[in-house]
């Protein structure tokens, strides 16, 4: 079915609870009651309809920020429009590792874990930051390599790449370099890095199997692949894997741990592991469920979301 024979005229208020936004700018739950935003939604988002709200989405976050504002996108934030505070991304990095970083880039990590302090990264290695955002980990992987290395970051929002330019000149970074693309078509030529990072951003995209075979392209044998990223415990209902707020909320297209662990073989990786560092309590995603829910079906997606949802590290390599 097409977006346009999908299309909910104002008098189909009861499929109501089957929608999806369209067009991006009306992913809110406030969408749900304008026909002209919402489609039908059978089935997950359409890659298409994906990349235009995460792009919207983190625009409107680093607006957000840029006005002082303490946003969030895996979730919900206290940013104007975004509304609550998000339990994903808080508390993820030491005052000693944020010391002497700009602000704005540690406000705008939008992450669910702290890659480059697991990642055991070298000095003179190259690094590439699958989804950079305002920049945080590429300018704290940029200080472990060191003066010989260098750290790429990245993004298909012009927004972040902006802020993530501005804060590594504030940062005095010499040794990074943010590239504009998408994470399903690297645009770094094979064999070109040696350890490959990402916050909380491959769960976004809807071919996670290309973004694993790109990884594994630009990385050189031997090379390590060392993300945070969010996993699913236990399959997820229908109503929340069609919720187009908790897909770009980091929730709805994330995998299950038996997923990720066969796509990354199914890329060429080898030795993977997959280590949870934090499980969402029912207290945790509740206030997800109410921003994705607007008040409807609140207890439904909490019940879905207890305990189903984890922070993960994964680790993997190319063969030699």
């Not at 880039?105 to 702290?114: D, R």
């Not at 945790?284 to 207890?306: F, H, P, Q």
């Amino acid at each position: 079915m097409s977006a346009t024979d999908a299309t909910v005229t104002a008098n189909t208020s009861a499929n109501v609870d089957a929608k999806a936004c369209n067009p991006p700018e009306c992913c809110t739950p406030e969408c749900r009651d304008n026909p002209e935003c919402c489609t039908d939604a059978a089935s997950p988002p359409a890659t298409d309809t994906v990349r235009e709200t995460v792009k919207a989405r983190y625009g409107q976050a680093v607006q957000a920020v840029i006005q002082g504002a303490t946003s969030s996108c895996c979730g919900a934030s206290s940013g104007p429009g975004i509304g609550g505070t998000d339990p994903i991304t808080r508390n993820l990095y030491s005052a000693d590792q944020t010391d002497g970083l700009p602000g704005d880039a540690v406000l705008a990590s939008f992450g669910c874990g702290n890659p480059t302090a697991l990642a055991e990264l070298r000095a003179g290695e190259i690094v590439l930051d699958l989804g950079a955002g305002g920049g945080i980990d590429v300018l704290l992987s940029a200080k472990r390599v060191g003066p010989t290395g260098k750290a790429y970051g990245l993004d298909m929002t012009d927004e972040m790449l902006d802020l993530a330019r501005r804060n590594a000149t504030a940062a005095g970074a010499t040794n990074v370099e943010f590239l504009k693309g998408d994470i399903e078509a690297i645009p770094l030529p094979d064999a070109s890095v040696d350890v490959i990072i990402s916050n909380c951003v491959i769960n976004l995209s809807t071919d996670k199997d290309r973004v694993l075979r790109e990884a594994c392209r630009v990385l050189r044998p031997g090379g390590r692949f060392a993300v945070s990223d969010i996993v699913i415990r236990r399959a997820l209902s229908e109503p929340v894997k069609r919720s187009m707020f908790l897909w770009t909320g980091c929730i709805s297209g994330a995998l299950e741990e038996h997923e990720y662990r066969a796509k990354l073989e199914a890329a060429g990786f080898t030795g993977v592991e997959v280590d949870p560092t934090r499980i969402y309590s029912r207290d945790d995603t509740a206030e997800m469920a109410k921003a994705a829910e607007s008040d409807r079906d609140v207890e439904a997606t909490l019940a879905a979301l207890d305990g189903a949802v984890m922070s993960a590290f994964i680790r993997a390599q190319k063969p030699v």
